[in-house]
């Protein structure tokens, strides 16, 4: 391969981290306050909700699936914990893996309903959306919870880096040991590229599907612990959009929306904080909160835009070798 090909394709490749960089330079010339540390910081921060739920979006979709129920998820775990610990005074040390738990019970549901029962996964987590919320609103009766009083650990931190960014980097190294340097991400990886090819060379796809799923809901409860150490409250707009940020987020870090491609480092979390970079940017250029929606649906088709076209020419250029 000639230089500039190989120039362009290693662009491709990397394109999450140039995109990145690309924005935080455009909104550091805007203002140069933007490119501080301690902004850069702040924006990861920020950043961990989503990119902790992102990361199972990532393996999800890797699969070729998707889990639009990620955000009622995260709002039913925080009111069962807002419930225990107002109403019933349990400790956080036992809220917090009860969060977990409901995560893998509602992640379980959807893996049966799609790797057992073979329906389709956007109608099936859609449907779970729904449910979710709706369970989560009966069991709140729609009132606000303040638990600002029960969840002062998410304000510390450990060496100087504050305890959501440590969550979201504990996270995502664990996703990217197991689906980088295990043979179950391996049979994740041929499962996503041809289901019934792997299924012939052995790969158990139902079992890997299942755990997937579960490995969501298992994040998305994650991320409603960060969310719920950083807001401090539980009320109905809690987790309401999160599923399509953390498809964006996804899609953003190269990870293919038809499955078998795709890193959760550098790519998700190059993803997650171009996200919060971008609404950062709005706030600082002091743009109508109601260009947030417009802004994340755009987000999403350029995603899938970037997606497409990456694929189609990284094929011809690795073709042209």
Known sequence: MTGPRRLILLALEHAPLLLLAGVLLAFGAVSPRFLCPQNLVDLLVQSASVGIVATGMTIVLLSGGIDLSVGALMYVAAAAAGLLLRNAGAPVAIVLPLMLLIGVTFGAVNGLLVAGLRLLPFVVTLATLYAGRGLALWMTQTKAMNLTAYLSFGAGSV?????????????????????????????????????????????????????????????????????????????????????????????????????????????????AVLLRAIYSGLVMMKASEYAYPLVTSAIVFLAVLIDVGRTAAMKRLAGAR
């Open 159 to 271: 060496l100087g880096v504050p305890m959501p960014v440590w969550m979201l980097l504990g996270v995502m190294a664990a996703a990217h040991v197991l689906l980088a340097h295990t043979p179950w991400g391996r049979q994740l990886y041929a499962l996503g590229h041809d289901r019934e090819a792997a299924r012939k060379a052995g790969v158990a796809t139902g079992r890997v599907l299942f755990a997937c799923y579960v490995l969501s809901g298992l994040c998305a409860a994650g991320g409603a612990i960060v969310s719920l150490t950083q807001l401090g409250a539980v009320s109905q707009k809690f987790g309401l959009g999160v599923e399509f940020e953390a498809i964006a987020a996804a899609a953003l870090g190269g990870t293919s929306l038809f499955g078998g491609r795709g890193k959760v480092l550098p790519g998700t979390l190059a993803g």
